[in-house]
């Protein structure tokens, strides 16, 4: 048995689709089911790509990370926002681990990997790097033998996917998709390696540019469309990209197929501002004659309480006294405060008045440390049935197009696992795998040490 692990990272690839009806049209996924260990992946809470492939990769939750989505606050200034990058994540990735053991990693696209950094192996970073006109490959030179692979263009990732224009978000999803695949074949026959992994971001594309199209049960969906079967497509196409990927290995190299968190579609989007407004907890100092983005200079401070922002799931800040420099609510009063705007937003119906199911989440009690600034609350509208809409201007809670533009689906918590010629694990289908367990058992597969700080443990036989 080799002592090599290649996984293939296919972000937002969801349960319901890829173990289906279309699962008898993928006969590699289903070679690797067979011949492995493979079921559901519970994502991080938020089930968003920042930070859930990094907490895949490290086991520390999104807390210990510090990382709680794209965008975070860096200090308690109204305006004072950054985006995460790879040089605000400080713990050890698997490839870290590694590198320590003089075991040589190769890796692309995997998100928060921009900038890169130095590693025993190459790095291609992910779809967070600005551009190609920056060094994005370590080492730099490699950006070099990355085009001249792919014959020119290589894709960091597609341009505005919530578009109108479908059939171009279409050929730009299968073009990144395919050179994507077509580098890390040549990354794994031309390199030295002990461990490889890529992870593609065209199925989260195809899913939120193309999820109404394909879904009989969303109220958007019209048979017969010329897009019904985009996402299915595409999926076969994934299957036949894997298997020509699997073509280049050994039979003995173990596999683990892998995403992130799963999608869904959704049935439209709660302002979560708007609600705040209504119940006098947000004051903008003139409301606006439009639907508009929400900015701090909007907001009316002294006589505000809560903000949201908006996203597949909401975040919410409280303005507290002695922290916000314009707190309104009391330090004393924090925690009653916040429990009541729990129990509030839980309550918040759909449009017909029927209950949709919210789930709000207190940082604490899901994290196992809070490093930064957390949220005060996170919360999953409809248990993510619905968006967050963080516009201002709508006169209304409910709204049935994305506010950000066209886009049908959400993300769900449980994504795939599959883990293919692994020596301990035997086979099986069915299980449910913590996010958490992914990088200690990579560590496990190598004899490393798993470090006490991780929150998962390895994978066990089935």
Not at 424 to 441: E, F, M, Q, R
């Amino acid at each position: 048995m080799s002592n090599r692990l290649v996984v293939i990272g296919l972000d937002c690839v969801t349960p319901q689709l890829l173990y289906g009806d279309w699962l008898e049209e993928m006969p590699h996924i289903r070679r690797l089911m067979s011949g492995g260990y493979s079921g559901n992946l519970i994502s991080t809470i938020p089930p968003i790509t920042v930070p859930a492939w990094m907490s895949m990769m490290t086991s520390h939750d999104p807390g210990m990370l510090g990382c709680y989505g794209f965008r975070n606050r860096k200090s308690y200034e109204y305006e004072d926002l950054y985006i995460t990058n790879s040089n605000h994540i400080e713990a050890k990735t698997v490839w870290n681990h590694l590198s320590r053991h003089r075991l040589r990693s190769i890796l692309l696209g995997v998100p928060l990997t921009y900038p890169p950094k130095p590693l025993n192996g190459i790095l291609v970073s992910s779809f967070l790097a600005p551009g190609k006109d920056v060094d994005f490959t370590y080492p730099p030179e490699y950006k070099a033998t990355l085009e001249e692979v792919v014959g020119g263009d290589y894709i960091i990732d597609v341009k505005n996917f919530r578009t109108t224009h479908k059939e171009r978000l279409r050929d730009q999803i299968y073009a990144m998709t395919e050179r994507r695949f077509k580098a890390y074949r040549h990354m794994l026959t031309t390199e030295d390696w002990d461990f490889a992994m890529m992870v593609e971001m065209g199925p989260d594309r195809i899913h939120h540019g193309f999820w109404r199209y394909g879904d009989s049960e969303h109220r958007l969906y019209e048979q017969g469309n010329p897009y019904q079967d985009v996402i299915h497509d595409y999926y076969l196409y994934l299957d036949q990209e894997i298997g020509r990927t699997l073509e280049t290995l050994p039979d003995d190299v173990s596999v683990i197929v892998v995403s992130d968190h799963g999608a869904k579609g959704m049935k439209g989007g709660i302002c979560i501002n708007e609600f705040l407004i209504k119940n006098d907890f947000l004051k903008l100092k003139s409301y606006p004659k439009e639907p508009t983005r929400l900015r701090p200079h909007m907001i009316d401070w002294p006589k505000t309480k809560v903000w949201g922002e908006g996203g597949y799931y909401a975040r919410m800040f409280m303005n507290v006294e002695d922290r916000e420099p314009q707190g309104t609510i009391p330090s004393r009063e924090y925690d009653s405060f916040r429990r009541d705007l729990k129990q509030m937003i839980q309550s918040i119906p759909d449009s017909h008045g029927e209950p949709i199911g919210t789930k709000v989440f207190l940082p604490e009690e899901v994290y196992r440390k809070c490093k930064n600034i957390p949220p005060d609350l996170i919360v999953y509208l409809g248990d993510l049935d619905w968006r967050s809409a963080g516009t201002v201007g709508h006169r209304k809670i409910h709204i049935f197009e994305n506010d950000t533009g066209p886009d049908d689906a959400n993300h769900a918590q449980e994504g795939i696992f599959i883990w293919h010629n692994h020596p301990k694990l035997g086979t099986g289908g069915d299980n449910k795998v913590s996010i958490y367990d992914v990088a200690p058992s990579i560590l496990d597969f190598y004899s490393i040490p798993i470090p006490d700080e991780m929150v998962g443990t390895p994978l066990h036989h089935a």
